[in-house]
Nanobody, 124 residues
Framework: QVKLVESGGGSVQSGGSLRLSCAAS?????MAWFRQAPGKEREGVAT???????TFAHSVKGRFSVSRDNAQETLYLQMDDLQPEDTAIYYC?????????????????????WGQGTQVTVSS
């Protein structure tokens, strides 16, 4: 079992920045961020598979960055130039198996472990 705990959500104005953190209870090779806006399906935002470059959804590319700490147990999501359409609950997710393909395709059903979510609200 892996427990994931997110922090760092909040409210900002358009163009602002936030940094989310996700602490895992143990090492996992694949960690990712998803988000779910009201009335919409959960979508993958960014992934970080161990030893590989991160991947991003097209909608956030160039504005968001993702990193892991040295122990590879904390995942960060730096969100810059936030827009109202980024408003959502952001979820950390993880996979315990070694598959970069399944990690990076950002499909909800591929992920075993989920955090409780943190709200991000961007006002115009």
């Amino acid at each position: 079992q892996v427990k994931l705990v997110e922090s760092g959500g909040g409210s900002v104005q358009s163009g602002g920045s936030l940094r989310l953190s996700c602490a895992a209870s143990r090492y996992v090779p694949c960690m990712a961020w998803f988000r779910q806006a009201p009335g919409k399906e959960r979508e993958g935002v960014a992934t970080r598979y161990i030893g590989s470059n991160p991947t991003f959804a097209h909608s956030v590319k160039g504005r968001f960055s993702v990193s892991r700490d040295n122990a590879q147990e904390t995942l960060y999501l730096q969100m810059d130039d936030l827009q109202p359409e980024d408003t959502a609950i952001y979820y950390c997710a993880a996979r315990s198996t070694y598959s970069q393909f399944l990690c990076d395709r950002r499909q909800v059903d591929d992920y075993e472990y989920w955090g409780q979510g943190t709200q991000v609200t961007v006002s115009s």
